[in-house]
């Protein structure tokens, strides 16, 4: 007959759940770059739709909003790959021109 036992710890399923979410954390900056391509990838796969959907301006503002969408999260998933270090001291110098002025 079988013995049953328990799971190891390592089995556990908050343990496997943080070992699968460390896979979809971005490390470095050419990580950052990959899905900041994907991301406009999709984003002007998307456009073209708006430019097939609405014909005119309209169509152009569309896609001209997701191209913008696409800068804004690069910049954020760029800056949220360098080190401490050097944010603090960018943030620094901000300041101190902040001050200057």
């Known amino acids: ?7 190891p710890r390592s ?12 896979l979809l ?4 900056r050419f990580e950052a770059w990959a899905v900041i391509y994907a ?3 999709g984003a002007t796969t998307r456009g ?3 430019l097939e959907l609405y014909r005119g301006a309209a169509g152009w503002l569309l896609f001209a ?7 804004m999260a690069g910049a954020k998933i760029l800056d949220g790959t360098r080190a ?6 960018s943030l620094a110098r901000l300041v101190a021109r902040a001050r200057q002025s």
Not at 25 to 28: E, M, R, S, T
């Open 84 to 89: 401490p270090a050097h944010r603090r001291g």
């Open 48 to 50: 073209v739709q708006y």
């Open 11 to 22: 089995c556990s399923f908050t343990t496997m759940l943080k070992k699968a979410l460390r």
């Open 65 to 71: 909003a997701c191209s913008g969408a696409v800068f």
């Open 25 to 28: 954390v971005i490390k470095n």
């Open 1 to 7: 007959m079988a013995v049953f036992r328990r799971w």
């Open 39 to 41: 991301i406009a990838l």
